[in-house]
Structures are given as structure tokens and as C-alpha cells.
């Protein structure tokens, strides 16, 4: 069975704060590894890729743990243009397609 | 920039009736996608396609779904019997031929009453 899981929080953070996101998945043979975002209502936007080396892209970090199948994100200094859904999100098939865990809720405080 | 284009935005119909989801996938895109997300819940996959048929779908997607490329820019979906428990967020997707990322439309909000 394919399953994503997230800590769905929420999580509620000042301004400035450093928060981590963490997601496991079922499903040994995916292939890529994404994070993405989602606001209120909206669709879900591509924030970063993931690798097994680890990325960064700008106050964001992303790390993968395929001996785990462990993701997880890193959020520095946040803003309050960062309170959104973070979707943990992780490919099947020949195709790719994504398979989404349920998000975790961040929201930053004045 | 391009963008996948949703219509309607939000349909309201009743229970049994048959609704049709139009989507404007980009242009050069080959692999197009619906996912759905109920309320509160988690983005759930449908149905990809390519080359004109259906590569992979979900157990969600059963006989009461088809999809569709009518011409050379719309993407389909059908909904033939609407069920209350049909009632969502459904989002299309394409992806980029060269980095595989998917672009998503703002999405079609479907309410059956």
C-alpha cells in the first residue's frame, strides 16, 4: 500500500523561528521525493525537490533518509508568508505519479 | 508564464446528475493529471494520461469517471452519477516534459447536494 504520513500539526511558531517537518513513506521503490505547498483553498505548489544528498534553497532545507524512507524539511527565520500547508509528496509507477501525505499546518506569529 | 486553466470554478449540482470538468493543460505539456481533495483531507490521485489514454488511475476512479482530450487543448473529466461523497476539490495537472514537475490548475470546487 502507498502511504505518505505527516505530523499534521499545527504548528504554531513566531516570527524568526526555526521549524522542522518530518514524513515517512510506505512504498521502498519511489523515486523522487518533493515537498510541496499549500495555501488555504488553493492548489499545491512545488517548493523544493528532495535528494538523497540534501538541498537548499535559501531558508529552506530539505533532507531524505531512503534507509528510512524518512523526508524532512527545514524552515529558518520564518515569516508569516510562510504559514501554509506543507505537503510531503513521493512518486509511484512508470509515470511518476505523486502520492501526497495529508500536510502539516504551519502557522507563523507576529 | 503558462498556466493550467480550471473551468468551472465551482459547480453545485444534484445527486445523480452528470458533471463535466474542463481543463486547459500548458501547452507543450504531455502527461496530464486529475487529483481530488475532500475537504480536510488529503490530495488524492485519479487518473494520469498520455498519448490520448489513460497510463494509470486510482481505485477512486471507477466506471463513474472518464476523462477526455477532445481537441488539441482540453482535458476532461466526468463525473457520470454524481454521489454526495463525490463533492471536492478537484485539481488538473500537467508536467514538464523536461523536469517532470507538475503544474496544477487552481481547481474545480464540485458540491453535490
Known amino acids: 500500500r502507498k502511504e505518505v504520513e505527516q505530523d499534521p500539526g499545527p504548528f504554531n511558531v513566531p ?3 526555526t521549524v ?4 515517512t513513506y510506505s512504498n521502498s521503490a519511489s523515486q523522487s521525493f518533493f515537498w510541496y505547498r499549500q495555501d488555504c483553498r488553493k492548489e499545491p505548489k512545488l517548493l523544493m525537490s ?15 533518509n531512503r534507509a528510512s524512507q524518512y523526508i524532512s524539511l527545514l ?3 520564518s515569516k508569516l508568508s510562510d504559514s501554509a500547508t506543507y505537503l510531503c509528496v513521493v512518486t509511484f509507477g512508470s509515470q511518476g505519479n505523486l502520492i501526497f501525505g495529508k500536510g502539516t499546518k504551519l502557522s507563523v506569529k507576529p | 508564464e503558462p498556466e493550467v486553466t480550471q473551468t468551472p470554478s465551482h459547480q453545485v449540482t444534484q445527486m445523480g446528475q452528470e458533471v463535466i470538468l474542463r481543463c486547459v493543460p500548458i501547452s507543450n505539456h504531455l502527461y496530464f493529471y486529475w487529483y481530488r481533495q475532500i475537504l480536510g483531507q488529503k490530495v488524492e490521485f485519479l487518473v494520469s494520461f ?6 494509470e488511475k486510482s481505485e477512486i476512479f471507477d466506471d463513474q469517471f472518464s476523462v477526455e482530450r477532445p481537441d488539441g487543448s482540453n482535458f476532461t473529466l466526468k463525473i457520470r452519477s454524481t454521489k454526495l461523497e463525490d463533492s471536492a476539490m478537484y485539481f488538473c495537472a500537467s508536467s514538464d516534459p523536461n523536469t517532470g514537475e507538475l503544474f496544477f490548475g487552481e481547481g474545480s470546487r464540485l458540491t453535490v447536494l
Open chain 1, 15 to 17: 516570527e524568526g523561528a
Open chain 1, 20 to 23: 522542522a517537518f518530518n514524513c
Open chain 1, 50 to 64: 528532495v535528494y538523497s544528498s540534501g538541498n537548499e534553497d535559501g531558508r529552506f532545507t530539505a533532507q531524505l
Open chain 1, 75 to 77: 524552515i529558518r527565520d
Open chain 2, 50 to 55: 498520455y498519448n490520448n489514454e489513460i497510463s
